[in-house]
């Protein structure tokens, strides 16, 4: 499985949503003034910008067996031969679950105000829907009571990849939209018993990989293998939770409750700064995102992802749509590399996409290609292409190869490196006005990290896995650094 795993796979990260090759409707040319930047900050981030890092439960709690936890599709994946690259698998992982304290003062201590973590859906419903375990959610109680007593802010994602195994077995998992109802019930219960602290959530995590990876390659959990139609299907009832969710949030959460979605958007950079390359890169980014983040931000499918897919469109009705548009409060976008190199065609859809070069840039993991300019162009095109106000970084870091020096210390260079280049762009972002309001570093801690289980290492602390050992890297101090400043 891994040796045939390869760059091309990452370079079709948003999958489906590649469907651009059709006409679309022209976008405006993007040679109109620039905002003025923030004259409080004029050498770094404005004023209040919110400094965060960022994990997942699946990948950092452990305890699966504990306080009634149910079983999730990657319990199951991972538990499988041949899945997880070195043979690993996340029943324990950082044992966060029991550590949970001296995880949050490492939080502390890194100087961030706000931490993005997500809950695990089965561990709240063990069966995925029914009664909900009480000690489930107990677990988050006293994960929120400290990080508030920490003065940190707690941002929740209520996905992050751990479908309880039950839906799976009993619906086919995403490929129903009983699956969107039942997400949509499990939102609004946690946001009855949890949203008079946490004010801001983040609905589902990266669409854009747990579909195509999970459903279409079979290299994620659950590890099928179905065909285009079914992944355009799924994709339709992941947004379609999105919206339920949204709604459900609103209607039992405590007023002022802010809600948005996170996705690994399919970034496009113009390759030479011009406006035609610029207003070809808009183009590109509404259609490789026609498939989930488009129809969230549009409450529709463009015509040319429609007259791509043809008769493998997603069936869905007027109802569906307007219940996928309901009004977010924030986007949160993943950005870690270029997708794609753009640049104009007087052909349709008016962009050509560039190839990669083997000799491009990539950091230890093959996939991560070094582009910092796309934490610049990503947020500043989503942002006019879908009117966003508020836009969160919701996860960008990078893989090292991390070693543990003769002196006791990890001197990840390599990260510093990437994190300038990458946090200067976003500040060059910032400073024209792009309504970027915060980052969350990915991740907090070195974690079992999916396909390649603890192989890949991108936290700014490292981990013994052995002994849970967490020592800060020299990334660590530089983060701290940048915060402290609020700027690069």
Known sequence: MFGRFSRRHFAKLAGFSTLGMAATPAMPADNEAKPAPDRHAPYGFPTGFLWGTATSAYQIEGAVDEDGRGRSIWDIFAHTPGTIADHSNADRANDHYHRYKQDVGLIRELGVK????SIAWPRVFPEGTGKPNPKGLDFYDRLLDELLGNGIEPFATLYHWDLPQPLQDRLGGWRSS?????FADYAGYVAE????????????????RFVNFGYGWG???PGLKLPQAELNQIHHHVALAHGLAVQAIRARGRAGTRVGVAENIAGCVPAIETPDNIRAAEIATREFNAGFLNVILEGRYTDGFLAYTGADAPKYTADELRIIASPNDFVGLNIYTPQYYVVASDRTPGFNVLPFPASFPHMASEWLRVGPEALYWVPRLAAKIWNIDTIYISENGTSSTDKVAADGNVYDTDRIMYLRNYLTQLQRATAEGVPVRGYFLWSL????EWIWGFEQRFGVYHVD????????KLSASF???VITRNAV
Request: glycine letters at 2%; hydrophobic letters at 35%; aromatic letters at 14%.
């Open 219 to 221: 290299i994620d959990a």
């Open 465 to 472: 896995f052995d002994t849970q050992r967490r020592i800060p």
């Open 114 to 117: 706000a931490y993005r973590f």
């Open 445 to 448: 801690m070195d974690n079992f």
């Open 479 to 481: 983060y701290r650094d």
């Open 178 to 182: 009983e699956t969107s109802k039942a």
């Open 193 to 208: 018993r949890l949203s008079d602290r946490v004010r801001n959530i983040f609905t589902i995590n990266e669409a854009g």
